[in-house]
């Protein structure tokens, strides 16, 4: 069997040889490695860039404090309005000075509370639930925005520095109602009565 195939596979192998002998003999080891210059250009701008997105997410979360809002607790939907619960009176409490917390409890389709006023420069930390579907929680004019899911806390944080009224939209479909689902902050700036009582 080894006789009748070796006389028609020789001619084959012995071409291949032929062809690839001149290309291999005639490329160094260093002609394998070469990178053109542009390539190699564009491959340091790309490990440059790469670095820098990398080095930009390490300084705003470690250095800068920026922070996804996150899920701050899980709560049973069903005892939102329960006695004891911080969701059954929610609203504004003064924590220390210039230092607040809001909870906020959703449902189709209101925000409870409508309404609070904070002072100019407070820091509010926003604790948000849903009583029965998904919704969304955002505070025209800021970054605050995070989605209220049956189940969970979400908790943000935000300084008021500019005076006047900021609107809270629910930007997730709830329903027929949705687009009517809204409440209000108001931040007042002190009034000349506070301001010269502060002198006195
Ligand atoms: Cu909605």
Redesign the pocket.
């Known amino acids: 069997m080894s006789e009748q195939t070796n006389p028609i596979e020789d001619p084959v192998v012995e071409e291949a040889q032929d062809q690839s002998a001149p290309v291999e003999g005639g490329l160094s080891e260093d002609a394998h490695l070469h990178i053109d210059k542009y390539e190699s250009m564009w491959l340091k701008i790309a490990f440059i860039i790469m670095g820098v997105f990398f080095l930009s997410v390490i300084v705003s979360s470690f250095a800068i404090g920026i922070q996804l809002p996150g899920a701050y607790a899980r709560i049973d939907p069903t005892t939102v309005n329960d006695p004891g619960s911080p969701f059954a009176e929610p609203g504004l409490r003064e924590l220390a000075p210039g230092k607040y917390e809001a909870y906020y409890r959703a449902q189709i ?1 209101q925000f409870t509370p409508r309404e609070i006023h904070v002072p100019l420069g407070a820091e509010v930390s926003f604790y948000v639930t849903s009583q029965d579907v998904m ?2 929680f955002k505070i025209s004019d800021t970054n605050v925005n995070v989605m209220v899911i049956p189940g969970q806390v979400s908790t943000l944080k935000h300084t008021f520095d500019k005076p006047g009224e900021y609107k809270i939209i ?6 027929q109602l ?1 687009h009517t ?1 809204y409440a209000q902050i108001f931040v007042d700036e002190p009034t000349e009565e506070v301001a010269s009582g502060a002198q006195n």
Do not use: A, L, R
């Open positions: 389709w919704h969304g629910c930007h997730e479909y709830c329903g949705h689902m």
